[in-house]
């Protein structure tokens, strides 16, 4: 009984979805893009509309293609970062600092090592 109890309650949390304001609403099918409104304070709503259109026509390939490009530009300013922090590191260290911010420094230590053991 308790188990069955558990399962309809598990299955409910799955089938709700919260709003951007919070809000438990029913789950429906919901592309990202039916819910995206105005975000920026610094952007004229004419443009932020147009930026949200093309967003919308964007192929599913290209907005991964962007997302990877996104990845890329934080990961080297993360380095870039750490390379001004940590002068006398080399690559390898600073490689290892990059991961303990990525990855969690506990993760990183059981896949790297601990940073002292770098050179």
């Known amino acids: 009984m308790l188990l069955e109890q558990a399962k309809k309650a598990t299955f409910r949390q799955?089938?709700?979805k919260t709003s951007l304001t919070g809000n438990i609403i029913p789950s429906k099918r919901l592309c990202y893009t039916e819910i995206m409104k105005a975000q920026f304070s610094?952007?004229?709503p004419r443009?932020?509309?147009?930026?949200?259109?093309?967003?919308?026509?964007?192929?599913?390939?290209?907005?991964?293609?962007?997302?990877?490009q996104l990845n890329s530009s934080?990961?080297?300013?993360?380095?870039?970062?750490l390379r001004s922090r940590y002068t006398?590191?080399?690559e390898a260290e600073l490689h290892r600092r990059l991961a303990g911010y990525l990855l969690g420094e506990e993760l990183a230590c059981k896949v790297y090592g601990e940073i002292d053991h770098v050179t």
């Open 14 to 16: 799955i089938a709700q």
């Open 42 to 44: 610094d952007t004229h």
């Open 47 to 68: 443009m932020e509309a147009l930026q949200i259109q093309l967003l919308r026509q964007t192929t599913p390939m290209r907005k991964m293609e962007m997302l990877a």
């Open 74 to 81: 934080a990961r080297a300013l993360a380095l870039s970062g």
């Open 88 to 90: 006398q590191a080399g």
